[in-house]
């Protein structure tokens, strides 16, 4: 609770005493609105969400115009390259890997650098009740990230589709089954992405460590446990958030085995409120 503090005008003096206004109560929509006053001031948020949008509709666009022949494939042929094996669905979403890299940077950078410059007291400070600041940082950074991935994904799909069709490659609709459940599922998972980076770097307080965590342990790690592990393991790897994600997307699985696609949109949120009510609860336990 903030109180406001007012000058009245005295005879004797231009500076009259200061008497206290009305107080303002600390409330959720007021931490909301400051957090997006914040996310919105960084210069380096609207590069990172630019920069993720068109990474994803530019190598969707390269993908496709490889798998249609339209380009020389890397290997100097002018056959379909390595793409030409993949639906064209997975072609023009080919960016996801690299978008989904950026947005988890992002999201990590959005739990963690107010610890390092110590801004975080301040913080705090001004809004009591902790687990709020959890929560505003996660609705302002939705407010970001689920625009940016919209226009991406509809910019890749859009790009991607057209460049197939004019080159006489195969297409998919809207309308085919699949089609736009995968699309929204993939922006789904880049802002699932976003929010874990955040609950992990206020859980961790450190950038360069969450960033580690957020890149290695969700996205690296998975794929090389699929690779080498036995298949005795898919059971237990197909609950991770990559393979969860590839239950209603385009993203590969780590091992051969994939949950259903509701199961996969369950056990992906899981993994998002375990990491925000994680982040709650260390927030209020632990000193900043």
């Given at each position: 609770?903030?109180?406001?503090?007012?000058?009245?005008p005295?005879?004797?003096?231009?500076?009259?005493?200061?008497?206290?206004?009305?107080a303002?109560?600390?409330?959720?929509?007021?931490?909301?609105?400051a957090?997006?006053?914040?996310?919105?001031?960084?210069?380096?948020?609207?590069?990172?969400?630019?920069?993720?949008?068109?990474?994803?509709?530019?190598?969707?666009?390269i993908?496709?115009?490889?798998?249609?022949?339209?380009?020389?494939?890397?290997?100097?042929?002018?056959?379909?390259?390595?793409?030409?094996?993949?639906?064209?669905?997975?072609?023009?979403?080919?960016?996801?890997?690299?978008?989904v890299l950026?947005?988890?940077?992002?999201?990590?950078l959005?739990?963690?650098?107010?610890y390092?410059?110590r801004?975080?007291?301040?913080t705090?400070?001004?809004?009591?009740?902790?687990?709020?600041?959890?929560?505003?940082?996660?609705?302002?950074?939705?407010?970001?990230?689920?625009?940016?991935?919209?226009?991406a994904?509809?910019?890749?799909y859009?790009?991607?589709?057209?460049?197939?069709?004019?080159?006489?490659?195969?297409?998919?609709?809207?309308?085919?089954?699949?089609?736009?459940?995968?699309?929204l599922?993939?922006?789904?998972?880049?802002?699932?992405?976003?929010?874990?980076?955040?609950?992990?770097?206020?859980?961790?307080?450190?950038?360069?460590?969450?960033?580690?965590?957020?890149?290695?342990?969700?996205?690296?790690?998975?794929?090389?446990?699929?690779?080498?592990?036995?298949?005795?393991?898919?059971?237990?790897?197909?609950?991770?958030?990559?393979?969860?994600?590839?239950?209603?997307?385009?993203?590969?699985?780590?091992?051969?085995?994939t949950l259903?696609?509701?199961?996969?949109?369950?056990?992906?949120?899981?993994?998002?409120?375990?990491?925000?009510?994680?982040?709650m609860?260390?927030?209020?336990?632990?000193?900043?």
């Amino acid at each position: 609770m903030t109180t406001t503090l007012e000058r009245t005008p005295d005879s004797a003096s231009s500076a009259g005493p200061i008497v206290a206004g009305p107080a303002r109560r600390q409330t959720l929509g007021r931490a909301i609105r400051a957090e997006w006053i914040k996310i919105r001031s960084l210069r380096g948020t609207w590069i990172g969400m630019a920069a993720a949008a068109v990474v994803m509709i530019g190598f969707g666009a390269i993908a496709s115009a490889v798998s249609s022949g339209s380009i020389a494939s890397p290997d100097g042929g002018d056959g379909p390259g390595p793409f030409g094996d993949t639906g064209p669905l997975s072609t023009v979403l080919t960016g996801s890997t690299f978008a989904v890299l950026l947005i988890g940077v992002l999201g990590s950078l959005a739990g963690a650098r107010e610890y390092g410059s110590r801004m975080i007291v301040a913080t705090v400070a001004s809004v009591p009740r902790r687990w709020q600041v959890v929560v505003a940082k996660t609705v302002a950074l939705a407010f970001v990230v689920v625009p940016t991935a919209l226009v991406a994904v509809i910019g890749a799909y859009s790009a991607g589709m057209g460049i197939l069709s004019a080159n006489g490659a195969a297409t998919v609709s809207l309308n085919d089954d699949g089609v736009l459940t995968s699309l929204l599922g993939m922006v789904g998972y880049l802002a699932a992405i976003a929010l874990l980076g955040l609950g992990m770097g206020v859980l961790l307080r450190n950038v360069a460590g969450t960033i580690g965590v957020v890149v290695g342990g969700i996205m690296i790690l998975p794929n090389i446990a699929g690779a080498l592990l036995p298949d005795s393991w898919d059971t237990a790897l197909r609950f991770l958030p990559s393979s969860a994600a590839s239950a209603f997307t385009e993203v590969g699985a780590a091992g051969g085995s994939t949950l259903s696609a509701g199961a996969g949109v369950a056990v992906l949120a899981a993994w998002v409120v375990a990491a925000l009510v994680a982040a709650m609860a260390t927030m209020h336990r632990r000193d900043v």
